[in-house]
Structures are given as structure tokens and as C-alpha cells.
């Protein structure tokens, strides 16, 4: 294994952005930036030896700061949406910024995407740091949080979450990135499976309601692996609140999903401990210049591990709280092989 690090151009204040690159022995990488602690490129062989790059992203800082999506990115403090961008917790309430129509999403205005972190290489493994002060956002606590991207030589990529806090606060981690196993064009033709029969009703902001729905006989049913978009514009009220797929899905396994294509014969497996995956299409990915050219809608499929949305308003979906001295520790795993 090797690490390797490399500028990666400025922020528009000026701040240096580096890369930081681990290769296997079987030639796979991963290159992660120190702003955002962002996914920038995850390459790995394909049916034909050749080198595919499957994440959606941009070229340089600038367009990560501006262009939006979050390609890559690491979400939080809570990634995905909390109604109404308030929570009450310890009989306080605390008011975030509506960045979302009604609700906050993915952190607000500057969420851990939209930051510096700092950064340790060891062997196999990038070690990312930060510390999110106390109403960063409008969240309560400071809070401690480490992310480990690993890459082993089996083309296997782990992310460890870690978070610690001084003062009670919610936390929801995940990350943001785009997959397309082709290295670009429509994923609409990948073949997808999860291992999920429910999935938590969204109201047309794509707002959990609190209701579960089984899917069973659905467009959302994957569990027998179909093509992504072979249901995608179906007359379905939840499919057309999310404009495609958009939701969260309820996992009991740690074996998640299986992502694929015939084309470059690769194949994605997703493992999580986590209760929830958000599926989503890509949907509101408008045309935008990409680090192979232009981006379009549907071009990525993204499987965001993560407690269910709205969990703060939403009576027993699992807890968002992290309490003062306890710890939080979740993993999700993206291994790739061909066949």
C-alpha cells in the first residue's frame, strides 16, 4: 500500500486544499481532500484490466464550493433532513437554518462538506479530524469527529465514523458520493439489489412522515436485482415527490445492496451497521461541468448509510442523540470485485 499526498488548488479565500491518495497493490486508489473530507476519485480495475474511476466529482475547490451536490462528501453534523429545521432535546429548542424550502439539510448553510479538516496517512488508511464548535449551525455541543477511509487490497473501501461530544447534541455521519461504474454516462442501466422490504414515507419536500411503507409489489421493490431506472418514471405518488428515487430505505442486514454493470463487468457491494440507506438517482443533478465533462441528472446512484431522516421529529425512528460522554462509532464499506 502507498500514500501519497499533492496540492489540489484553493479555496476562493485563498486556503490550500491538498489531495491525499492510498494505491493498492492491485493498482485501486482512493483520493480524499482535506476540504470536506470529500471521496475526489475512487479507481478501481475493471472486466478488461483497465482503471475506472466510479464517483461523480469536480476538478478543482472552487467547484466543489460552488457547484453543489455534495459529490463525495462527508455529511454532518446531521446529514439528510430534520422537518421544520428545529429538534427539542433536554426541553430546548434549537433552530438551524432552513436551507432545504422549510427544512435544514445535510448540515446547513456550511456543513462538515463545506469545511477543513485535518488530516494523518498511515499505510492503508486517511485519518481525518475536525472539531465542529459548540452552535456550529446552530447544533449544541462541541464535537469530536474522526473519519477513516481504508483501502485494503481487495479493493475494498471501509469508512469509520467517530464522534464524541462535551454537551448532549444530535449526529447523523454519512457520505454523499456518487457512483457510476461505468466512469460516467447514465446509471440508469446499472443493475441494483437491496435487501430491504420498507422504506419511511416522504412527503412531496422529501420529508420523512413518520409512516412506514412496505414496498412489496413496488418500484421500490429491488429486492430481486433489476435495472435502476427500469421503474424510475412509474405512476407512484413517492416516486414523483422525490422525482426518481430519493428515499431512505430500512436495513436489517449488514449485506445492504449490490450495485452493478454489465459493461465494465463491475460489481459494488454495500455493508453497513447502520438502520438506514438513503437510495437516490441523482435526481436533481442539474447539468454541470464535472472532472470528465459535463454532469447530468441520473448519472449516479448514491447509497447514503445513516439513521433514518427527521429522526429528531419522528416518534420511534431510531435516535439521533449522542449524549455528553458517550461515543459514537458506526462503518460502511463499499467492496468491489469483477464478475
Known amino acids: ?159 469509520a465514523y467517530d464522534a464524541d461530544t462535551d454537551k448532549d447534541t444530535v449526529v447523523n455521519l454519512t457520505n454523499h458520493a456518487y457512483f457510476n461504474l461505468n466512469g460516467g454516462g447514465s446509471a440508469m442501466e446499472h443493475t441494483v439489489q437491496i435487501f430491504s422490504e420498507r422504506i419511511t414515507e416522504s412527503d412531496a419536500t422529501g420529508l420523512p412522515t413518520g409512516k412506514i ?16 431506472g427500469s421503474q424510475i418514471d412509474a405512476d407512484n405518488v413517492q416516486l414523483k415527490n422525490g422525482k426518481g428515487y430519493d428515499h431512505n430505505y430500512i436495513i436489517a442486514v449488514k449485506r445492504a445492496a449490490v450495485l452493478y454493470s454489465d459493461k465494465t463487468g463491475l460489481e459494488m457491494t454495500v455493508e453497513t451497521d447502520m438502520p438506514g440507506m438513503q437510495f437516490y438517482t441523482a435526481n436533481g443533478l442539474g447539468e454541470r461541468a464535472g472532472k470528465y465533462g459535463t454532469l447530468h441528472p441520473r448519472e449516479g446512484v448514491c447509497f447514503e448509510t445513516q439513521l433514518f431522516p427527521n429522526g429528531t421529529n419522528c416518534y420511534g425512528f431510531p435516535s439521533p442523540v449522542l449524549r455528553a460522554g458517550q461515543h459514537l462509532h458506526t462503518e460502511t464499506a463499499y467492496a468491489f470485485r469483477v464478475r
Open 213 to 228: 411503507l412496505d414496498i412489496t409489489g413496488t418500484p421500490f421493490d429491488f429486492r430481486e436485482p433489476r435495472a435502476v
Open 1 to 159: 500500500m502507498s500514500v501519497s499526498s499533492f496540492p489540489f488548488g484553493t479555496l476562493s479565500d485563498g486556503t490550500p486544499v491538498t489531495a491525499y491518495r492510498l494505491e493498492n497493490a492491485a493498482g485501486a486508489s482512493v483520493t480524499a481532500l482535506d476540504y470536506g473530507a470529500i471521496l475526489q476519485a475512487l479507481c478501481v480495475p475493471a472486466r478488461d484490466g483497465a482503471m475506472v474511476d466510479v464517483l461523480l466529482g469536480y476538478d478543482n475547490p472552487g467547484q466543489y464550493e460552488t457547484l453543489g451536490g455534495h459529490l463525495g462528501g462527508t455529511l454532518g453534523r446531521v446529514g439528510n433532513r430534520i422537518g421544520g429545521a428545529s429538534f427539542s432535546l433536554n426541553g430546548v429548542t434549537y433552530n438551524l437554518v432552513k436551507n432545504n424550502g422549510a427544512n435544514h439539510i445535510h448540515g446547513g448553510i456550511k456543513g462538515f462538506d463545506h469545511r477543513m479538516w485535518d488530516v494523518t496517512a498511515e499505510n492503508d488508511r486517511l485519518v481525518f479530524h475536525r472539531v465542529s464548535p459548540d452552535g456550529e449551525e446552530g447544533y449544541p455541543g462541541n464535537l469530536t469527529v474522526q473519519v477513516t477511509f481504508t483501502l485494503d487490497d481487495s479493493n475494498r473501501l471501509n469508512i
